[in-house]
């Protein structure tokens, strides 16, 4: 049985980049993340602005391995890191208030992990 690697040179950094920071900052989580995006496109996160909100608190962070799509609302201020965003999408977390962020600015502002809840 042959196993497939990542080809997307983006998802490769990311991966990498999660696994030395959770070595150096002995933090699980961002291990854990790394092996949610290493797993297959098919299997890979894709969450809708409904399920956010549902499962969210105000001024809460949300981490995303895959992508956020747009479908539903948004009607408290969250802020956001996912892999990708579509664009209806971040057009509701911002008009809620809430910020769209990369996986690399919440590993460098939050290096430790803590306060910050996974969605898939």
């Known amino acids: 049985m042959t196993k497939f690697t990542k080809t997307n040179p983006k998802l490769i950094k990311i991966i990498e980049r999660l696994k030395d920071k959770s070595y150096k900052e002995k933090a699980a989580i961002w291990?854990?993340?790394?092996?949610?995006i290493e797993t297959s496109t098919r299997r890979k996160a894709q969450v809708n602005?409904?399920?956010i909100n549902r499962y969210s608190d105000d001024d809460e962070i949300?981490?995303?391995?895959?992508?956020?799509?747009?479908?539903?609302?948004l009607d408290h201020k969250v802020k956001v890191a996912a892999l990708d965003f579509s664009n209806t999408a971040?057009?509701?977390?911002k008009a809620a208030g809430g910020k769209c962020m990369d996986i690399f600015d919440i590993m460098d502002k939050n290096p430790k992990g803590s306060k910050i809840r996974i969605i898939e």
């Not at 981490?63 to 609302?73: A, D, E, F, N, R």
């Not at 971040?90 to 977390?93: A, G």
């Open 31 to 36: 291990k854990d993340v790394a092996k949610r």
């Open 49 to 51: 602005i409904s399920k």
């Open 62 to 73: 949300i981490l995303i391995p895959g992508k956020v799509l747009g479908s539903g609302s």
């Open 90 to 93: 971040e057009e509701k977390i």
